[in-house]
């Protein structure tokens, strides 16, 4: 070959290298696809790593694609892009509720309803018998469902309704009335005869029938006894239940949640917001633990093949920016709740009884530190090790300190036992932590799920529960700040039926640990000593922390590009306004995966 041809093709090499080379920087330099969605002036708390505050965010295909500078946004617009100008109004994540009862919830919004009043016997009555006349409040099988019972705000204080209260007003046809804390029912003796429960009824595993003093039960059932009803109640229908799951989503678009855990997840709870899924209409992120009773615990086989069963049928793979069915976690009772009159919490002490009088009262132990653990440890850690190995996460209900502690020993149990294994336990409640166990959180990455709206003075604590546990236990009561401190990850979880659906306040309380000012006086007082949450915590318990609880955080919980576009507008800004007017939160647009699913129609038209 010539010099003149080496030399000819030698620079055509280089001229190919160097075309390839301005084509490759052509590619690289070219403006990225126009948004779909940009939101411009406005506060946009991030709730990242940082705790970054920015201007202006840009969405395409349902994910956050850049935040930035107003001043820089309209790089990212064409004529198509929808262009929301915030005026100053404040973005954040949309919430995830790390623990709540949604179909429950929804068939609360609908019914016979007592509405968490604290009321007296005559009152009490009184409500019920006008639900009893309403042939509406009746199922198609005569029986009288009754909700929302504020159990332990009875007036005066400690008293304990019977059926006797129901048979007065109809002892013929069944009728229930629900606690609100989701723990107790008081039956009519219609009802008790309908469930077969008389005198000689033993007590199911984890569950207790209360007797009178002639050996009759008196119509309140506790834990799992409350099945020996629920299983005999006529069910609703597919329908109803689905038009229940449906009122539940609207009430949550409402108060800016895009994300829940139903953590006591029934069959007819995953059918119905299946149901909604396949029908477009589901509006959050819906995760899904199917509960093991305190009976099954130790057929593990036969759990595990049930669960991995609901798995394979409803669980929907990867999380894509249109919301979807998970079936991840599994929900575990270790014990009730420490509020009288139930005291079916387990304590690492006695509960104290009055010994004295009313007017001179002797708190001394008693005899009791509630009932055997619903699951002994010799039962939950192989359990949990079953569980984990299935690539479930536990999330395990503890209100109680000695209830606590059981659930933190199982978790040591199966960390030591499957040390490579990333499982993300979960403890929901807290309500008494001892403090030798605060630090165990953090050192077994186990996260406490606090409803913060517990976390102040109102009749079930400040009557219900102090007393009761003496002053040398009070401060380890609510102990967000203590277990934040020593290292914890707190996540919000409303718990909802159990109070109304009000986040907002929730985080009002979990900032100041004060009740509403409408409460009255006697609970005007911060509860305990120690200090509330900052601004910043709260909003990352019910933000990013609730999806590194449910394993969506890589995709879902702070304001970052490549995340889903699930976020939020509000009427102000939570970070900088007195704490107590966070309670008064109005959110303004509520949008999933880019997609608006309410609005007031201050910032896009009315979406309800």
Known sequence: MSTAVRIAMRRA???????SLLAAHATLAAPAPPADILLTN???????HDDRTTEALAIRDGRIVWTGSSADAPAHADAHTKTIDLKGHMVMPGLTDGHMHPLEGGQNLVGCSLDYLPLTADLFTARIRACAANPAYRTTSGWLVVRNWFQEAMQPAGLRMTKAALDSIDSTRPIIVLSSFGHSLLANSAALRRAGITKATPNPTGGQIIHGPDGQPTGILEDTALDLVMTVLPHPTTQENIAAASAALAAMRAQGITGFLDAWALPEDLDSFTALQKQGKLTARAHFAPVIEPAQGKDIAGDIRRLTTIRARYDQGPLTPAPSITVRNVKLFMDGVITAPSQTGLLLAPYLVNKGTKDHPDWQPGPSKGPAPYF?????????????????????????????RLALDAIAATRKALPANDFRPAIAHDEMVDPADMPRYRALNATPVLSFQWEKQAPDTTEGVLPYIGPGRAPYLEPASQMEKAGARITYGSDWPVDPLDEWFALKVGVTRTNAPAAGAQYGKPLGTEPGLSRASVMRAITINANDELRSDPVAGSLEPGKFADLIILDRDIATIPAEQIAG????????????VYSTGTFSPPVR
Do not use: C, N, W, Y
Request: hydrophobic share 45%.
């Open 13 to 19: 090499s280089l001229l190919l290298a160097a075309s």
């Open 42 to 48: 406005g506060t946009i708390r991030t709730v990242d």
């Open 376 to 404: 002994p440890l010799e039962t939950l850690s192989p359990l949990l090790k079953a569980l984990v190995t299935a690539g479930f996460d536990p999330h395990m209900h503890a209100d109680g300190d000695g209830a606590v």
């Open 585 to 596: 939160t109005r959110v303004l647009l509520t949008m999933v995966g880019g997609r608006i």
